[in-house]
DNA sequence: AAACGCTGTCAAACGTTTTCGAAAAGGATT
DNA sequence: AATCCTTTTCGAAAACGTTTGACAGCGTTT
């Protein structure tokens, strides 16, 4: 019965036509003071919201920044905790979206989301790693850890090769020289500087690289439990995993424990994020902390700068990781 | 230049009509198997995505749910994380809304955001933690843990009356009586069902209620800074504080840090939530666990039984929660 | 009397979907 | 083989709720 009322419901009850309420509304020029203050009157009384899509429609503009990202897992979470603060104290709001994961295809989610949403209804947007990445020359757009290698977009990531290398330095320096890592698909930009950094860590220390102790999961707990019990039930163990990332790690969490490894005594986990759940699975996560809720404040700035004329220049903005030592790793027992 | 296309011009390129296109699209009937083919290839060429304000302007129905959020805090971001994680069997794709925080006026921001996407861009709402909870004719609301008390609108909530009651009965089992309340607004449902069930246990124990021991904040820790220190700079100041959510707790712990009382030692601190912040503090926070991601994942359950059809009944669902014991508790210093 | 500034209305446009009708294509009946 | 009926295929146009540029009316100022 009382639907939402719209635009012609006000003009029909103030007595004035359509364009003289959206002129009031949105305080354009061309009315008369005490005309508008009727009609805003009325709109009070009505309880009229103008619809966010129909004026995106016409205006193409919205006042409305949005973060498109693949899914609402823990990265993603805290990315959106960032740009939600430092969009506070802006002028636009805030709209998350988490496309159709099925039947996209070979495209991605990350462009059909883009193309649906851009041009209307989103002034802007933050791609949360996405995979293609290519610009849209609809509205600006910045990345977050984005997946692939060259990117002609303004991009925000984290140290990954340098975060690599703090880890593994970690479990080097804690004695461990068979340290196995269970790494993302090496055709991520991410994944393959984390490889890197491990790779470049052991041959700092002089430790020989041995293929077998590497293994790819897929940054998903559930997927890298596969791989983990491959690593775990080599031969001859490595008595250190690094894992690419924390939902990895948990999953070594997991295996070595359905395995009776005793983590940290037989076995140190090392993972990469430091998410919030890191702190919450038994033991805790020692980790390499990236400052997620930095990436999505700085992102956000960024393009808040784009939006208001600035040229973007390929902007990449690097960001630096850090140790976060909690109760996975220890030295290895000594030799039986 | 090469703009978003649009069906204009994937018909154009196909020399078909406007709504042979959407019909190709859509899998609508009443079009030639071979002709859908030629369309779906030129689209397939051209990339073209249909624009999602404009498909829900005209169709009013958009296969995507709303969050409706006043902010990205930690709270409503685990939320997010259960509803996403209910949603991705389904259908429906996911979009959260922060609303315009200023100038809001009386109405609140949710009744704002819901006209605003109602009837168009979503085909159904969950709102979180909304004060005036209205219900809306257009589309199906459900919310999570509405703060004010009679809403007609179906409902998923933790038991906050039998949460304090555990928070406010550990710290009597701990020996404390002396325990000060830290409160929400009042007339928030939650935060007087968590007095009621401090007094309850209070009266349970045979302790007398002190009223100079509550003091209101605003479930935010900047906010519970100020009331916070009043309570710890009272001449027989409480020897325990239980607050109403983990926001004002880590507030309460600020304050105690930098008045150098030593928790848990000289104070105990008992927060509600359980948000992923509550172990990253020093000492790590004993509190109440809401079971948030729950909450999310039921409320979108039942906004996807409602939309398929099921009535309400004013359905109104409580989860159970939990005492998670940490670091910030422990009995009381015998008095020197 | 001409020119101007201010108010307010008209109508087009934004990109879709959907209803409806026309045209075309078959099939069946003479 | 011609006619009629049914079915299928396709396009024209309206509608969704707004914004905006052009324009008309009118009282003022020169």
Redesign the interface.
Known sequence: ????PTIHDVAAAAGVSVSAVSKAVNGRYGIAADTSARILQVVKEL?Y??????S??RSHRTGVIGVLVA????FS??I??G???AL?ES?Y??????????ADGA?GWE??SL???????IDGAIMVTPTVVTA???IPVVAIDPHTGRADLPTVESDSLGGALQATRHLIDLGHRRIGFLGGRPDLRSASLREAGYRRALTDAGIPFDPQLVQVGMFLTASSREPARALLSLPNRPTAIFAANDLSAIGVLQVAGELGIDVPRDLSVMGFDDI??A??VSPPLTTIRQPMQRLGATAAESLIALLSGETSDAMRIQLPTRLVRRATTAPPAPPA
Do not use: C, N, W
């Open positions: 019965m009382a639907r939402r309880g919201e103008s619809s966010l899509v129909a995106s429609m899914d609402f897992e823990p979470a805290e959106l905790k740009v939600g603060s506070r002028r709001d805030l709209l998350a979206y988490s496309g159709s994961r099925h495209t462009r059909r193309s649906r949403l851009s041009g209307t209804l849209s020359v609809e919030p759940e702190i919450q």
